[in-house]
């Protein structure tokens, strides 16, 4: 299996634009996660999906921010519009299942808002 | 509501030097526990994991174990190299349908050839 595929891996764009990240979870997997980390907070789980309906949005910092699951196979990430503070690294997770198995990771997007 | 706190870092430490990271919880119940990794540039990814009490997880000649009565899964290896260099996660989770992970802050690990 390819694992969690993110897209891009790197972005760069200026205050006001649009963001939009992209997910490929783990075919088979039912649940999906989004997460921020920087070095001031750590990690932060922004929201997650489980067979593609929002289970808890509590963690999206503010209304700038919105997460679709279209599908079982692709998610996105969207800032609108972005800010510097929004720098950080985003992951995207996948899950097979109830809470004790294991979690995958995607390698990240590092995104910076200049 | 739940809480994993994991001792300051980052740590430092020459290879073959022993290792421990301590992790301690709060949380209602019995959760499962989890110790991910992150290598530099990388996502995380599972190291070891418990799910009940006094199981002892291990992983790549890492340890932990599940204390219920100190509420506590710190990680130990006896013997670090160069290559276990990356930011360590402890972690838990309860095992209802919709849990999710509870992540402490994580510990940058340096290891010196």
């Known amino acids: 299996d390819a694992g969690v595929i993110q897209s891009p891996r790197h972005e760069v764009t200026e205050m006001g634009q649009e963001v939009t990240l992209r997910c490929k979870p783990i075919?088979?997997?039912?649940?999906l996660f989004w997460y921020r980390q920087t070095m001031m907070r750590g990690l932060e789980l922004l929201i997650y999906?489980?067979?593609?309906?929002?289970?808890?949005d509590s963690g999206m910092p503010e209304d700038r921010f919105s997460a679709k699951m279209p599908n079982a196979s692709f998610s996105t990430l969207k800032i609108q519009p972005s800010e510097p503070r929004d720098s950080a690294v985003y992951f995207c997770?996948?899950?097979?299942?109830?809470?004790?198995?294991?979690?995958?990771f995607g390698p990240g997007t590092r995104l910076t808002v200049l | 509501g739940d809480s994993v706190t994991q001792m300051e870092g980052p740590v430092t430490l020459s290879e073959e030097a022993f290792l421990t990271i301590n992790c301690t919880y709060t949380?209602?119940?019995?959760?499962?526990l989890f110790w991910y990794v992150q290598y530099p540039g990388e996502g995380l990814q599972l190291l070891l994991k418990?799910?009940?009490?006094?199981d002892k997880g291990s992983n790549k000649g890492f340890e932990a174990t599940y204390r219920k009565e100190t509420t506590s899964f710190h990680l130990e290896k006896g013997s670090v190299q160069v290559s276990d260099s990356a930011v360590y996660f402890c972690?838990?989770?309860?095992?209802?349908?919709?849990?999710?992970?509870?992540f402490g802050k994580g510990i940058t690990l340096s290891v010196r050839p």
């Open positions: 418990a799910t009940k009490a006094d």
């Open positions: 075919s088979g997997h039912d649940y």
């Open positions: 972690a838990l989770s309860h095992t209802g349908a919709n849990s999710k992970l509870t």
């Open positions: 999906f489980n067979n593609n309906v929002p289970i808890d």
């Open positions: 949380a209602t119940g019995y959760p499962s």
């Open positions: 997770a996948s899950r097979r299942g109830l809470a004790g198995h294991e979690q995958f």
